[in-house]
């Protein structure tokens, strides 16, 4: 079996986003893109498919945040899908902790 680029949800919050569809009013004008950005993490094999997909702009975020090892993947011009790479006993993963407002 090929490996994949497993996912996890930090918080319920965006978990009920996903799979209920949940307070997706809270999201207004981004949801459509969070699923299209989901469905890109879920057909990745690894880490390097996420950078090569250069409209998502994978990137490491600077500063403390930085340190602590966050991500983002660009939803649309205005938001953006905060993750950690981590790791288990099957390898790694991404654990995806918010979207958020970066106006």
């Known amino acids: 079996m090929e490996n994949e680029v497993r996912f996890r949800f930090k ?3 965006l978990e009920a986003l996903y ?10 004008n981004v ?3 969070f699923f299209e950005v ?24 600077a500063g403390q945040r930085g340190k602590q090892g966050q ?3 660009r ?8 993750v950690t790479l ?3 006993e099957e390898g790694s993963y991404l ?4 979207i958020e407002d970066y106006h």
């Open 19 to 28: 799979t209920e569809e949940k307070n997706a009013h809270k999201y207004p």
């Open 38 to 61: 989901m469905a890109t993490i879920d057909a990745a094999l690894d880490e390097r498919d996420l950078y090569a997909q250069k409209g998502i702009r994978f990137e490491k975020l």
């Open 75 to 82: 939803l649309n011009k205005q938001w953006r899908l905060i």
């Open 95 to 98: 654990q995806i902790i918010d």
């Open 71 to 73: 991500r983002s993947l």
């Open 31 to 33: 949801l459509d893109d």
């Open 86 to 88: 981590e790791e288990d």
């Open 11 to 13: 918080g319920k919050k």
